[in-house]
């Protein structure tokens, strides 16, 4: 990005109304990403009370503010170009952010299953953010605008970030521990008296399995 930009320090006029197909069509897409930066700000709070872990709930909390900054730096873009800033519904985050609130009713309080499901519906919003913004990053570039461009890029890649860092918390402990859940729970309601014996059985099994190995040593 910090290469395409140099060297050219005035940028081209941008003129959607002037029938230009293609900047008629970037300006609507900012409008459709600004919009959605602002729906996701609105349900962020809502998922970071509803996740059990810190660890989830702090991520939310860091992305809030991630996603204001976004919301500003999207103002600022609007402003180079000329245009005011103001968002267009977008049915796609609309769907997107209502599926993500409604994992809050069809998952039980305090498990890592809801955990999982959260993080698996943030990054479905993650992945719509990076596809939008991976689009105007290059038609940005396309029609001359660097700095705009730039300014875009600064974002996808913190959204990009975003997606890992919620990948990582999901693999490192929360999808192995939601696991477990229903099947402890299932296991201690068959009662505890089978359970001495079985692991003898289990022991005993091992030790028969060894044996027969050594001798056809
Ligand atoms: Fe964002
Ligand atoms: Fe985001």
């Known amino acids: 990005m910090s290469s395409s930009s140099s060297g050219l320090s005035s940028p081209r006029s941008f003129q959607p109304d002037s029938g230009q197909y293609l900047e008629k069509f970037f300006l609507d897409q900012l409008q459709d990403i600004y919009y959605a930066e602002q729906k996701i700000a609105q349900s962020l709070p809502k998922m970071q009370e509803a996740a059990t872990t810190d660890e989830l709930r702090d991520a939310f909390e860091d992305h809030l503010y ?8 999207l103002e600022k873009v609007f402003n180079m170009l000329g245009q005011r ?5 977008c049915e796609a985050i609309e769907g997107i952010v209502r599926e993500a609130e409604s994992i809050i009713n069809e998952t039980e309080e305090d498990t890592m299953t809801r955990d999982a499901a959260l993080i698996m ?32 890029d600064r974002t996808l890649m913190e959204e990009e ?6 990948t990582e918390i999901a693999e ?3 999808n192995v521990m939601a696991e477990f859940e229903g099947i402890n729970e ?13 692991e003898g059985e289990e022991g005993a099994g091992i030790e028969s399995e060894n044996a027969e190995e050594n001798e056809t040593r």
């Open 66 to 73: 991630q996603t204001q900054r976004h919301c500003r730096r």
């Open 85 to 89: 800033a103001e968002g267009k519904k």
């Open 121 to 152: 519906a943030a990054q479905k919003v993650e992945h719509y953010e990076i596809a939008t913004y991976g689009g105007l990053v290059q038609m940005a570039i396309t029609m001359g605008q660097y700095e705009v461009a730039e300014l875009l």
């Open 161 to 166: 970030d975003t997606d890992l860092l919620l």
């Open 172 to 174: 490192c402990e929360i």
């Open 186 to 198: 299932e296991q201690g309601e068959m009662g505890e008296e089978g359970e001495e014996e079985e």
